[in-house]
Nanobody, 115 residues
Framework: QVQLVESGGGLVQAGGSLKLSCAAS????????MGWYRRAPGKQRELVAR???????NYADSVKGRFTISRDNAKNTVYLQMNSLKPEDTAVYYC?????????WGQGTQVTVSS
């Protein structure tokens, strides 16, 4: 059973940066499209960044130019560098395959951006 563990969240002021990490218990990244999702209070979970097997990346319009997804297959880890954070980025952030596989959802990591 694969486990995905997200970390790196926290409280940051608007304009600040955070780098999230997602570690897998075994290497699923090499052969899967991976993504970072977020769920803001009262909203549906949304996909904000995706990296596909050839390292092509895609971003939601709301984060384009501010967030960068990357991965290190040797470390079984996917990252999300978040810059110029805004209060509307406040959410619980999760990683998973794209599309998301139900059994892989972890507890996520909370990101809170104060104004």
């Amino acid at each position: 059973q694969v486990q995905l563990v997200e970390s790196g969240g926290g409280l940051v002021q608007a304009g600040g940066s955070l780098k999230l990490s997602c570690a897998a218990s075994r290497n699923i990244f090499r052969f899967n499209n991976m993504g970072w999702y977020r769920r803001a209070p009262g909203k549906q979970r949304e996909l904000v960044a995706r990296i596909i097997s050839d390292d092509t990346t895609n971003y939601a319009d709301s984060v384009k130019g501010r967030f960068t997804i990357s991965r290190d297959n040797a470390k079984n880890t996917v990252y999300l560098q978040m810059n110029s954070l805004k209060p509307e980025d406040t959410a619980v952030y999760y990683c998973n395959t794209v599309p998301g596989y139900e059994a892989y959802w972890g507890q996520g990591t909370q990101v809170t951006v104060s104004s």
